[in-house]
């Protein structure tokens, strides 16, 4: 019976102590929560982005710009996230991995801090934008990097 009571907590305890350690997204709290890079309240719901470092540090943002400046002032790179997700334009309030969204700019995208880069998770969405707005254009993630430095 000892051992049956003993073995149940160390089981239990590890339950614990292995989903304390996973890494994951959080929610926007939109209206709530802030920028970490402009400190102005996250709004949009189709803009907002968010980075998780290895360590579990969750970074909130209110476009892709303040994301990329962010990164760039505090030397953070891809390779020290576990994840960067990006606002699906689509479907607000959802997200995308940065390496799975289609990047398109367009001065009528109006983004909260005019970065006006939208992110989509189907490239159908994405090329139906770009053929309804002549200012429209297929960006890439190494590009919007070197944009917003």
Not at 64 to 69: A, D, F, I, N
Not at 125 to 140: G, W
């Amino acid at each position: 019976m000892k051992t049956y009571i003993l073995n149940t907590i160390l089981v239990l305890t590890a339950i614990i102590i292995f989903s304390a350690c996973t890494i994951e997204t959080e929610p926007i709290n939109y209206g709530k929560e802030n920028c970490a890079f402009c400190k102005m309240t996250i709004m949009d719901k189709q803009f907002g982005t968010e980075l998780v470092t290895l360590k579990g540090k969750v970074f909130k943002f209110d476009d892709l710009s303040c994301m990329s400046k962010y990164m760039k002032t505090a030397e953070l790179h891809e390779a020290d996230c576990k994840h960067v997700v990006v606002g699906n334009y689509e479907k607000p309030g959802e997200f995308i991995d940065f390496n799975k969204a289609f990047f398109i700019q367009s001065e009528n995208l109006q983004s909260p801090m005019l970065g006006n880069i939208a992110a989509f998770d189907r490239e159908t969405s994405f090329q139906e934008l770009v053929t309804m707005d002549s200012t429209a254009k297929n960006i890439t993630w190494t590009e919007i990097k070197d944009l917003f430095k």
